[in-house]
């Protein structure tokens, strides 16, 4: 990337983005202010957003930008706004008290009652659903470009980052797309690295003299932080903005610990709405003060290890959290919270470290059993946390191929709760009682009972995407065409877009024979994620069933660029080079196809046809006595013998 300097005249003005450095202050905001008024004289629209957590909380700059285009939309298009209604409310929370969309148990649920935490996924999804929205609001609107300047863009919390690098990706070249970042002195390599380098269109670096501003006093920021801290203690509930200032405040003071209670409370807060992203700076903090909490307060320790843990633990850093929880195991002695430890640890060894090890899995549930009878827990607390642990341990059973034993331990754990819980406590986990045993089902059969079991999941948690998702799918397996269609698209009305859904629902009309829709559908999940290989193979063998031969081939292409050792894919492939008569080409798919899975009898047919076309006729018949000896009961056993006779001229 080559960096121009001095300053251009203007905003470069083709579309893309450009990357602006300097120093923060006068001298900066007059450059970009010039920039902005050219830009605004243009057709389209120009708008300017600071991208400073402490100026706006963890969405800054992004909540911005959609609160603006909500004040068009309210006038425009208000369904447009309900039909968004999820993603916008998770931005900017005050739209809650006018648009509605339906919410799930995991929305609900008290915390205490809390026992399925958002995937990071759900606020990824969120953010692809705003960049519908945008695109969505720009056919609506005025003609032109849209010019975006995101001031301290290297000060932007990741999930902001990550929303405009896929509004440039996805929505770019729809929007005729104008994005300026705008970072410090020394930030600019830094904030260009995370945009595809394909995208930068400018770099422009501007030599400006050091700010003369003074900083806030570690005095100053004592008075300020304390004045905010006891406004706040007066029950006021702080907004992000205001969370994010007084933990800045209090890091930048004569007692910089005391931003420790503050940390907490952003983490416990956004951990709680799955911004993981949002809650991970101030994990580093917390981590480094878990010792004095272990000295001052072992509840509120034991609190800071379970924000860590689930907040490492969905930004895939396993080996982090597992430090934190085998260290937390030898200082907690309450022997509830020490289960509770077990459990983690145990879904680390189950779920989520690179290597799992279901033998220490179970280990730490059976040890987590152990300890409950110990604990000086209500009853009802101590029912239910029996039953959250044997749900634990029936995912390692179903991992041990010991499903019996897992159903038995679901079927177990529902009685359970229903025997010795009013009937309106804990329904989410009951829920997903149902759904795990739904889901063993699933892989095992009998494929009715796990729709049974799916169904009674749905009508306790009616609102989770996920559950109609996941019922397609056996419906799919049954042949059940037109009842998994329907599961997947009420999957689809009840989250903001994700991939998965939208690949499955191509899969579907693929099985019917709607190959127009599945190459939509299949376009809609590769638009929301680019390297998902099933989406890109199910379009390319749409693409094929409709002749569409050539951009069938990018596809494979695609996909073999994405996963290179899928033999399925080059075999078939090689049938579309040797339809256009590229035999050399379909020859080499074929071998590579063939050196991957030697055992898959059609391959060998197939390559026999192209090695006799090239002429290689002693090479063509071993293969069809390869393909013979693989498949000794085939079908087209007389016409392939007939074939090898020919080629041979002996039996």
Request: charged share 25%.
């Amino acid at each position: 990337m080559h960096w121009h300097s001095p300053e251009p005249e203007s905003w470069p003005a083709r579309a893309g983005v450009v990357v602006l450095e300097g120093e923060p202050g006068a001298a900066r905001d007059a450059v970009l202010g010039r920039w902005m008024s050219q830009r605004a004289e243009s057709e389209g629209r120009t708008w300017r957003v600071d991208c400073r957590p402490e100026a706006g909380g963890p969405w800054a700059g992004l909540d911005t930008l959609v609160e603006l285009v909500v004040g068009e939309l309210d006038e425009q298009a208000p369904g447009l706004l309900s039909s968004h209604a999820h993603e916008l409310c998770l931005v900017v929370p005050r739209l809650r008290s006018r648009l509605v969309f339906p919410e799930s148990l995991t929305d609900t649920v008290d915390d205490e009652e809390k026992t399925r935490n958002y995937a990071a996924d759900r606020a990824y999804r969120s953010l692809h659903g705003l960049i519908d929205l945008l695109c969505e609001w720009h056919q609506l609107g005025q003609p032109g470009s849209v010019s975006i300047a995101c001031d301290h863009y290297d000060s932007a919390n990741g999930l902001v980052k990550r929303f405009f690098a896929e509004l440039v990706r996805r929505g770019g070249s729809r929007l005729d797309l104008h994005l300026l970042v705008v970072a410090g002195p020394g930030r600019g390599e830094a904030t260009a690295g995370d945009l595809d380098p394909a995208t930068i269109t400018a770099a422009v670096r501007l030599a400006l003299p050091r700010s003369t501003g003074a900083s806030p006093s570690p005095e100053a920021l004592t008075r300020l932080a304390g004045a905010l801290e006891g406004w706040l203690a007066d029950g006021v509930e702080a907004t992000d903005a205001q969370l994010v200032g007084l933990i800045e405040a209090w890091r930048g003071s004569d007692t910089p610990e005391r931003a420790l209670r503050w940390e907490l409370e952003a983490m416990s807060r956004y951990n709680h709405a799955g911004l993981y992203e949002a809650s991970l700076p101030y994990a580093a903090d917390v981590e480094a003060g878990l010792d004095r909490l272990h000295e001052e307060d072992d509840d509120v320790y034991f609190g800071a290890v379970n924000l860590l843990y689930y907040c490492y633990v969905p930004l895939d850093r396993a080996p982090d959290a597992q430090a934190i929880v085998e260290q937390a195991l030898t200082r907690i002695d309450d022997p509830s919270q020490a289960a509770q430890l077990c459990y983690m640890l145990a879904m680390l060894y189950a779920r989520f470290s690179a290597a799992t090890d279901q033998a220490k899995a179970e280990e730490c549930l059976q040890r987590a059993l152990s300890l409950i009878p110990e604990a000086e827990l209500p009853d009802h607390e101590r029912h239910f946390l029996t039953v959250f642990t044997m749900n634990g341990l029936a995912l390692v059973r179903v991992r041990q191929r010991r499903a019996g034993d897992a159903l038995e331990l679901c079927r177990a754990g529902i009685a359970r709760l229903g025997e010795h819980l009013d009937a309106e406590r804990h329904r989410l986990h009951r829920s997903v009682l149902l759904f795990n045993i739904a889901q063993v089902h699933a892989q095992l059969g009998p494929y009715e009972d796990a729709i049974d079991y799916f169904t009674q999941a749905m009508a306790m948690d009616p609102n989770y995407s996920e559950y109609y998702n996941d019922r397609g799918a056996v419906f799919m397996k049954m042949g059940r065409l037109d009842a998994a269609e329907r599961d997947y698209l009420r999957a689809i009305e009840l989250s903001p877009p994700y991939a998965e859904v939208w690949t499955n629902l191509g899969q579907c009309y693929r099985a019917m024979e709607r190959m127009d829709d599945a190459v939509r559908a299949y376009s809609r999940a590769l638009d929301l994620a680019p390297t998902a290989t099933l989406a890109v193979v199910g379009r390319a063998e749409a693409r094929s069933a409709m002749d569409h031969a050539e951009l069938a081939l990018e596809d494979y292409d695609r996909a073999l660029v994405l996963e290179p050792d899928q033999p399925l894919v080059l075999g078939s492939r090689a049938i579309l080079h040797y339809e256009a008569g590229r035999l050399p080409e379909a020859l080499g798919d074929l071998d590579a196809a063939v050196g991957l899975a030697p055992g898959l009898a059609d391959l060998y047919q197939n390559r026999a046809v192209a090695l006799r076309e090239l002429g290689r006729r002693d090479e063509a018949a071993r293969d069809l006595g390869t393909y013979l000896e693989l498949c000794p009961d085939a079908d087209d056993r007389d016409e392939v013998e007939e074939s090898l006779l020919s080629l041979v001229g002996a039996p």
